[in-house]
């Protein structure tokens, strides 16, 4: 069996768009391309490293998947090690779409089925980076193994966000977490079972609670 590992670059609201760069996603007049840069420090790189350190595959969406595939394989520098393990892998893209992939070890999953199916084999773990359309969907049919947010201390807004509407309530466990000098915090969650609603009402309501409960239902509040 294996895993799937989403990690996500988000800011404190939520959002999840273009971090890279201003090219990297500008559709919805997106004007804020490129803000993880201010906040990017040592600790996050050691955890980005770290993600990429053993054998993995790629697990990512449509739109991700034609930014990689636009720029891993042409990177220099530094980062050209990183470019060269993406090339190795293989890249499993969730659509439905009949959109060329033309990247080194690339495969189309049309259903969800196919992931299961995948994931139920032999070999290394599935890492999500980016792609925040898969995670509403992965999370309804409990494929998400682990969730490493990389939280930056900036409101962004406006944005693609990484749980939106559409996402199943689940709860979850905190495995580990660190702040980074720059005081962004990485934490680890892993699923753990469903919502549990409780109450700390420790008394019958009042009048006024049962008023305002009338208005609610009577959609005046």
Known sequence: MRRIIGAAFVSLDGVMQAPGGPAEDPTGG???GGWLTQFFDEGVAKRVDALFSGEFDLLLGRRTYDIFAAFWPYVTGDEKALGEKFDRATKYVLTSQKHPLDWNNSHRLATLAELSAIKRGDGPDLIIQGSGTLYPQLLANNLIDELRLMTFPVILGPGKRLLGEGTAARAMRMIEHEVTSAGNVVATYAPNGEVRPGSFAT???????RERREKIAQGKW
Do not use: R
């Open 30 to 32: 997106f004007k804020h």
């Open 203 to 209: 008394q019958e309501p009042s009048t006024a609670e």
